[in-house]
């Protein structure tokens, strides 16, 4: 039970998509608006180094629910299934006598679309079935994915993700206002426990133009360019060239990273909303608040876009929480958590039963009890159907990269926070460098893994033909169009399609 409070809270899990931490002005970025978010980590408590257990949607997602590594879940990417047998943080949340709702963003690829959720009002955008019918982004057909095209296709204009959150919003804020009445009438008898799943700021790099024009002129270069060299290390050559970003011209970054500022200020603009109905229907009091995301985003930075990498800008996450009277104010914490971290607290703070085999650890003892003991370590996994299997280890300010088959990488962070002096054949390190080896391989065989998920691709053409030929019916499904998506500048357009 909750150490804290006799009272059973309420609990609002805000997690979004893509989310780099560095851009929040709470996390003490001086250009991007973010009013709400940084209201909410006055009144609460922030951390500063959160890793996610995969740079890639689903793994990341699914770890999060189930408190388990990726190589547990057997979930890896972003088409694989989730074991519907294996426990839930909502299971968790139901079986402690909560009646878990999922507003939103899942982003759970096959049958079981809740995994614990007691109910789910808005769903995903993309098919609920390996094979479904696949999503059309229209004139923005192919930014949504890690390629050039969302670099090219970037802008003042309207992504689908965005109608897509202003949904969730205007359905979370219903919610909230149906709590408020039963609670004025008397009716409210139980703590709600809500989760909302965002979209924002996920790519396509387009942004209304109201929200582009405000960021014009301010956003500048990355901080850690990164120039296509011989010197690169062999994976980031091999994705850069597959994902054609070479080389990308100064306009181009500064517009898509433009862009993404714009959509960060609209996420935020959208929690605003949930907190203005939370505080109208006088349901703040004895709400514990959350905001995370699932991996962040390069925008550029080491020449990188999109996640996939172990780079600070990828792997990290935003965590923010709040507890009237219950947590301490504007804390800011430097200890090395998990996402995983977060799922226990939760669970922890509402008094419902601990997942059996989940790596995830409460932080609440750590925030309330000075002193109190806590291991500063993560893991991250990304492994692809093309061969790559890495994982990651932050261990104290070191952080090991592995790459099966390739040079590891090793950074201390305390004196390099930018990641530009690799010191993986630093003779005065090697003791540092052999032992993070030896424990972010520990448990974990990349040949196993290998193994597994070569039998999981050779049973996925079943999957695919049998959505195709069943069309089985999609309940949680959103129903996104092309027109949603756009940009507004016709003359860009053409010269784009021109280009390509």
């Known amino acids: ?135 059309d982004h229209g004139m923005l057909q192919g930014t949504a994915g890690p390629d050039l095209i969302s670099l090219e296709k970037s802008g003042a204009g309207q992504s689908a993700y965005q109608v897509h959150d202003e949904d969730v919003t205007a359905a979370t804020v219903d919610y909230l206002n149906r709590l408020g009445v ?41 901080m850690t360019p990164e120039p296509f060299t011989d010197m690169l290390h062999p994976h980031f050559r091999y994705w850069r060239t597959k994902c054609r970003i070479e080389s990308v011209p100064e306009e181009m970054v500064i517009r898509a990273r433009t862009a993404y500022y714009a959509l960060v200020t609209r996420l935020d603009a959208l929690i605003g909303q949930i907190f203005t109905a939370l505080r109208e229907n006088n349901l703040a009091d004895n709400t514990l608040i959350v905001y995370s995301s699932d991996h962040g985003e390069q925008i550029g930075e080491h020449g990188l876009w999109w996640k996939q990498t172990f780079y600070e800008d990828s792997v990290k996450v935003p965590a923010i929480l709040s507890w009237p009277g219950v947590l301490p104010r504007g804390i800011r914490s430097q200890r090395v958590l998990s996402s995983l971290d977060l799922n226990a607290t939760m669970l922890e703070a509402l008094g419902a039963p601990a997942l059996p085999n989940s790596h995830g650890r409460s932080v609440l003892p750590l925030i309330m009890t000075p002193g109190a003991a806590w291991e500063d370590v993560a893991f991250s996994e990304y492994c692809t159907d093309e061969g790559c299997y890495q994982r990651m280890i932050r261990s104290g300010d070191w952080k090991l990269n592995y790459y099966h088959g390739q040079p590891v990488q090793l950074f201390n962070l305390a004196d390099d926070s930018r990641e530009t002096f690799d010191r993986a054949n630093d003779p005065t390190v090697q003791d540092i460098c052999e032992r993070l080896t030896r424990q972010v391989l520990e448990g974990w065989n990349p040949d196993e893994i290998a193994r597994a998920m070569a039998a999981k691709r050779a049973d996925q053409p079943i999957l695919h033909a049998w959505a195709q030929q069943t069309q089985p019916v999609e309940q949680y499904r959103w129903n996104l169009r092309p027109e949603m998506d756009y940009l507004d500048d016709a003359a860009f357009l053409r010269g784009i399609a021109a280009h390509v």
């Open 1 to 135: 039970m909750s150490p804290v409070s006799t009272n059973r809270p309420n609990l609002l899990y805000i997690h979004s998509d893509q989310h780099n931490p560095a851009v929040i002005g709470a996390y003490g970025n001086p250009i991007i608006r973010t009013p709400n978010l940084d209201q909410l980590a006055e009144n609460g408590v922030l951390f500063e180094n959160v890793y996610c257990p995969s740079p890639l949607c689903v793994p990341s997602r699914a770890s999060q629910l189930t408190g388990r590594f990726p190589f547990e879940n057997q979930v890896w990417t972003n088409e694989h299934v989730l074991d519907s047998g294996i426990p839930t943080f909502a299971h968790a949340l139901g079986a402690g006598g909560y009646r878990p709702v999922l507003i939103g963003r899942m982003h759970a690829i096959g049958p079981d679309q809740l995994h614990g959720y007691a109910e789910r009002l808005v769903g995903d955008h993309s098919s609920n079935y390996l094979g479904g019918k696949p999503v």
């Open 182 to 222: 039963q609670k004025r009438a008397g009716l409210l008898d139980q703590p709600f426990c809500l989760t909302v799943g965002f979209m924002l700021p996920h790519q396509p790099f387009v942004a209304r133009r109201a929200d582009f024009a405000e960021y014009v002129g301010k956003v500048g270069l990355p």
